[in-house]
């Protein structure tokens, strides 16, 4: 992500329009500036504030800060000197919205588009079929009927001979980066259940959990992703610091389904025990792993998946109660 010093300081936007963009009300925006010094925005010659994309990008940076404990008198004395020491923050990336109006495109069509444009490594089609495709769906149709499709769709074109696996690792860094910024752009909201999300030991293949994590994510869930191939021991260390509520771990092959025989009794040993839940391709390929794994199978979608990890935190709070 650029930094908030590359943004342009060309002051256009109204106080209600930076109000709509950034959460901030005009009332504690005017209180920042008074009392904090926050911004100084430009006047116009009819003496309205205006603000440029540099002042909203700083105080999304402010109000992460604030959603996140932090005071803002706090947040604006460390924003100070991270501008001395010369080290601006990245820009926070604006949270997609839910789409207002119904599709126009089938999800099928857009599945269709950026396969094609993925296999031409296309970049920049791509970038825009999965743009317009973000407006017209919410994430799980999104991911469901769009990305996961399209996956299945490059993977089997791989396996024909079709295409070349250099052009597989392209569409999957692609996807994979994608998915990365779309995570970022949720708030960490420490006060919620602690989700831990990545792959099992010797997994190569992240964007189902990635996209399990983002789900999550969005739901306001405290979520880590840890990416593929976790080793146990050190997972086990991490969750005996961190305390999660719940560990979920994907595999798509069976090595990788096996490898995480043992987990569940190594997380019974900690105090708190989390919860342990799985899922991925391997399970589904082979539905007897489900009894030789122990932990909690999570369904055979995101969707059921993401239903079910809702219910298990639900009773799980009524319990601990």
């Not at 857009?110 to 970049?123: F, G, T, V, W």
């Not at 260390?237 to 990788?256: H, K, N, Q, V």
């Amino acid at each position: 992500m650029p930094t908030i010093l590359e943004l342009s300081d060309e002051p256009k936007y109204t106080i209600k329009a930076v109000s709509a963009q950034t959460g901030v009300r005009p009332v504690t925006l005017r209180a920042w500036e008074r009392r904090h010094d926050v911004l100084t925005p430009h006047r116009s010659e009819n003496r309205y504030r205006l603000y440029s994309d540099r002042d909203v990008a700083i105080l999304r940076w402010l109000k992460d800060r604030t959603d996140n404990g932090v005071s803002i008198s706090e947040a604006v004395t460390e924003l100070r000197q991270m501008i001395r020491n010369g080290l601006w923050p990245e820009v926070i990336p604006v949270t997609p919205q839910a789409p207002t109006q119904p599709a126009a495109v089938a999800p099928e069509i857009y599945a269709q588009q950026l396969y094609k444009a993925l296999i031409r490594h296309d970049e920049a089609r791509a970038s825009e079929i999965l743009r317009e495709a973000m407006s017209s769906y919410p994430l799980r149709p999104l991911f469901e009927q769009v990305l996961i499709p399209c996956l299945v769709q490059i993977g089997e074109a791989w396996y024909r001979g079709d295409i070349r696996i250099t052009t597989e690792h392209f569409a999957s860094a692609f996807l994979r980066g994608k998915l990365l910024t779309l995570f970022q752009t949720y708030p960490v909201r420490r006060g919620s259940p602690f989700i831990l999300v990545g792959g099992a030991p010797y997994e190569q293949h992240e964007l189902g959990a990635l996209m399990l994590a983002i789900l999550l994510r969005s739901e306001g869930y405290r979520v880590e992703y840890l990416g593929p191939d976790i080793p146990l021991e050190d997972l086990v260390d991490y969750a005996r610091e961190e305390r999660p509520t719940l560990i979920i771990l994907t595999a798509t092959s069976e090595e990788s389904a096996l490898a995480m025989r043992r987990l569940k009794e190594k997380l019974s040993r900690l105090r708190p025990a989390p919860l342990f839940g799985y899922g991925g391709a391997a399970f589904l390929n082979k539905p007897d792993l489900i009894q030789r794994v122990p932990g909690i199978f999570l369904g055979k979608t995101l969707s059921e998946g993401t239903d079910k990890i809702r219910d298990l935190l639900s009773t799980s709070a009524r319990t601990t109660r």
